[in-house]
T-cell receptor
Framework: EPEVTQTPSHQVTQMGQEVILRCVPI?????FYWYRQILGQKVEFLVS????????KSEIFDDQFSVERPDGSNFTLKIRSTKLEDSAMYFC?????????????FGPGTRLTVT | AQSVTQLGSHVSVSEGALVLLRCNYS??????LFWYVQYPNQGLQLLLK??????LVKGINGFEAEFKKSETSFHLTKPSAHMSDAAEYFC??????????FGAGTRLFVKA
């Protein structure tokens, strides 16, 4: 069964450094998302991406964040200058263009630790 | 505004007992609802989904949920808890826009 993959599984970085989290969505999916989950808290929406542009973003997704689909398969989340509070699990998700279901398929997550 | 509320951040049951995890939603349009399970240090696994077909939805691992429009609820149940059910459970609402809105989660403890 096709699945969303994410790399790396765990990333440790120093405050102020740039990080790029990578995702490979399911191949025929057209909507892409990033969510984050701070330890012990709920999953929060960050951004959605469709047709090579951001469809919606939350207030968390400030100028320090950016997303890109650099080729036909990867979907990346960049944090320009990491802060301690960016430490979280980041989930990528994707879904089809079908309007019959809003089900999103989630990747296994990347745990980001900012020191 | 669309939202999801999970009643009870922690639920503890004995092995073999009924599991009931509560979820209420608010949506101005017909909702799509999901339950996800998350085991420690792992990702989100879809348990079941409601997409306006049958109101009683069966999922994996013996879980089921009933959509009740009049109560705006989508509670998750399992007749008999197993130790392996211990995990965090998230109720989620698929919006007419692009994002999924998650509840705060309920941690299920199963006592031997």
């Amino acid at each position: 069964e096709p699945e969303v993959t994410q790399t790396p599984s765990h990333q440790v970085t120093q405050m102020g450094q740039e990080v790029i989290l990578r995702c490979v969505p399911i191949s025929n999916h057209l909507y892409f998302y990033w969510y984050r989950q701070i330890l012990g808290q709920k999953v929060e929406f960050l951004v959605s991406f469709y047709n090579n542009e951001i469809s919606e973003k939350s207030e968390i997704f400030d100028d320090q964040f950016s997303v890109e689909r650099p080729d036909g398969s990867n979907f990346t989340l960049k944090i320009r200058s990491t802060k301690l509070e960016d430490s979280a699990m980041y989930f990528c998700a994707s879904r089809t263009a079908s309007q019959s279901s809003y089900e999103q398929y989630f990747g296994p997550g990347t745990r980001l630790t900012v020191t | 505004a669309q939202s999801v509320t999970q009643l009870g951040s922690h639920v503890s049951v004995s092995e073999g007992a009924l599991v009931l995890l509560r979820c209420n939603y608010s949506s101005s349009v017909p909702p799509y609802l999901f339950w996800y399970v998350q085991y420690p240090n792992q990702g989100l696994q879809l348990l079941l989904k409601y997409t306006s077909a049958a109101t009683l939805v069966k999922g994996i691992n013996g879980f089921e949920a009933e959509f009740k429009k009049s109560e705006t609820s989508f509670h998750l149940t399992k007749p008999s808890a197993h130790m392996s059910d211990a995990a965090e459970y998230f109720c989620a609402l698929g919006t007419g826009g692009f994002k999924t809105i998650f509840g705060a989660g309920t941690r299920l403890f199963v006592k031997a």
